[in-house]
């Protein structure tokens, strides 16, 4: 009787277990004899994209892109995660995507805690004027006029490129202010609520995005402080290639971004068609759609090889903007406190990059490109420190509306002397990092002495020592003596004393050149 009842149990499980198979099963056969049937059986795979809603993303979720990327064979998948970083990371990490894109900054910032689980293959855009930092016009006229207060606040988005934006302009104006503690740093969910408390007077400074930064200018009283379309390699978007496909699926990254090259050309020819593809993704308004899009230079190819990875034709100028963009964007977010050292791997930027693709076809060039190398894009365009600047007048240059001064270390002169040494030009070249994220502004450089000794002496010397300073940009870094001005105050403007100040440590400070980045006054 046991025996009879344990052999009922035993066929019931094994029944069970073969209509749990079955129906587990069952989907996959069905899955496989309908793509065996039907034109499927074309298909090679998936490509998996993690996207946000960031214009500039645009064309590569575009419908021209995944009509061209599934005549190859594969589907393109693009997954909105609401531009969760730290998440698209770990997905990435696991080889839940193949692809995701991402800032320069937030790549280093959420892919560390996964030893950089890709590489960079692309530089998709640049934000010029999509992110922006607007002030209360009552309050804030300038990033100088931040220094030194204790009640000015601040709301911006954590964790998004605006963010970043406002960690570089601390660190190269320094102006810590705008990175406040306590009541005075407002988080926002978003740029909309930024704005929101903005023109409600809830904050003095709010860091936005477009459409909320023009939006937001049409607000009486609200002024723009520094946009992006100002900077040069400072929001960076790129597309990182995970390690597997980069491993397993090579020919896959060569895809992709062949044919993206191909649809960015095609739009680009025909601007309409793209504001018509995102004004129907987005439902916004035209208005809005082409506020958006001209706060975004996409880098076509062009300028990736050219401008960003460094590659070029023989005799032909390049330069490796990623690597110094990477380079500086660590340096910003280890003096904003998020990291405590350098947080890229052996100090060494080109783990994070991988020119191989582009390398490739660059070699084997793309049917109606014109070839790198063969006037796509001029040296002017690839060296943002030597933009050309007109002539203006001594009145002209009085007009010039202050942006902020550049962060200086001293600039250490022999006493009496205006020769630029070696550890002063060591000063100038750190500075002229910051000033290469600038190519719009002008400069003015002024020489200050300390207040002892002869007020004539002193002016003369303090424009000595400036104009030292200027003709060292000129010289070794080709800036053009148009964009530079050169003033001397001698003893006439010393600094303030710092509370608990000796007056020896303030008079050592007084002797200073400052670079004070100026611009058009609309």
Not at 73 to 97: F, P
Not at 454 to 480: G, I, P, T
Not at 490 to 498: A, F, H, S, V
Request: hydrophobic letters at 40%.
């Amino acid at each position: 009787m046991n025996k009879t009842i344990v052999g009922a149990f035993l066929i019931i499980v094994l029944v069970t277990i073969a209509a749990v198979g079955v129906k587990l099963l069952l989907p996959m056969f069905e899955d496989a004899r309908q793509k065996a049937t039907t034109d499927a059986t074309k298909t090679k795979g998936k490509i998996r994209i993690a996207v946000d809603n960031w214009v500039g993303y645009s064309v590569l979720c575009s419908p021209e892109l995944k009509s061209a990327v599934r005549k190859s064979g594969y589907l393109l998948v693009c997954e909105d995660d609401n531009a969760d970083y730290a998440k698209r990371m770990e997905r990435l990490d696991a080889g839940e995507i193949d692809f995701a894109v991402a800032t320069v900054d937030s790549y280093i910032l959420n892919a560390s805690r996964y030893q950089y689980p890709g590489a960079i293959v692309m530089v998709i855009d640049e934000s010029k004027g999509g992110d922006a930092i607007l002030a209360r016009k009552d309050r804030i006229s300038s990033l100088d006029a931040m220094k030194g207060t204790n009640d000015i606040r601040v709301a911006f988005t954590p964790g998004s490129p605006s963010h970043h934006f406002l960690k570089a302009a601390a660190d190269h104006f320094d102006v810590p202010e705008l990175l406040p503690s306590g009541a005075l740093r407002i988080e926002t969910e978003g740029s909309e609520k930024a704005r929101e408390k903005l023109i409600a007077g809830q904050t003095d400074v709010a860091v936005c995005w477009e459409p909320d930064v023009s939006r937001a200018l049409a607000t009486d009283g609200i002024i723009k402080i520094l946009g992006t379309e100002d900077t040069e390699r400072l929001i960076v978007d790129i597309l990182v290639a995970g390690r597997r496909i980069i491993e397993k699926n090579p020919e896959t990254v060569s895809l992709l971004l062949n044919q993206y090259f191909r649809v960015l050309k095609k739009y680009r020819d025909n601007p309409e068609s793209l504001l018509d593809h995102v004004k129907s993704a987005s439902r916004l308004p035209k208005n809005t759609v082409t506020a958006m899009l001209d706060g975004v230079k996409w880098a076509n190819f062009g300028e990736n090889c050219e401008k960003w990875f460094g590659i070029a034709a023989p005799g032909q100028y390049s330069d490796e903007g990623l690597i110094d963009t990477i380079t500086a964007t660590a340096k910003i977010l280890e003096s904003a406190g998020d990291f405590s050292s350098d947080p890229i791997p052996s100090g060494d930027p080109y783990r994070l990059t991988n020119s191989g693709f582009l390398e490739k076809i660059f070699t084997a060039g793309i049917s109606g490109f014109t070839k790198p190398g063969s006037g796509i894009s001029g040296t002017a365009e690839i060296n943002s420190l030597e933009t050309r600047f007109s002539a203006l007048s001594d009145r002209h240059w009085g007009t010039l509306k202050e942006v902020g001064t550049l962060k200086v270390e001293p600039i250490v002169f022999r006493s009496g002397t205006s020769e630029l040494e070696l550890l002063a030009k060591k000063v100038v070249d750190q500075a002229v990092d910051r000033l290469g994220h600038y190519p719009n502004f002008r400069v003015v450089i002024n020489g200050h002495t300390g207040t002892r000794g002869d007020k004539k002496e002193n002016m003369s010397l303090s424009r000595d020592r400036a104009d030292a300073v200027a003709r060292y940009l000129e010289v070794v870094y080709n800036v053009d003596p148009n964009r530079l001005r050169v003033v001397g105050h001698g003893g006439e403007k010393p600094l303030d004393m710092l509370p608990g100040e000796s007056r020896r440590a303030w008079m050592y400070r007084l002797p200073r050149v400052e670079l004070v980045l100026v611009r058009e006054d609309y």
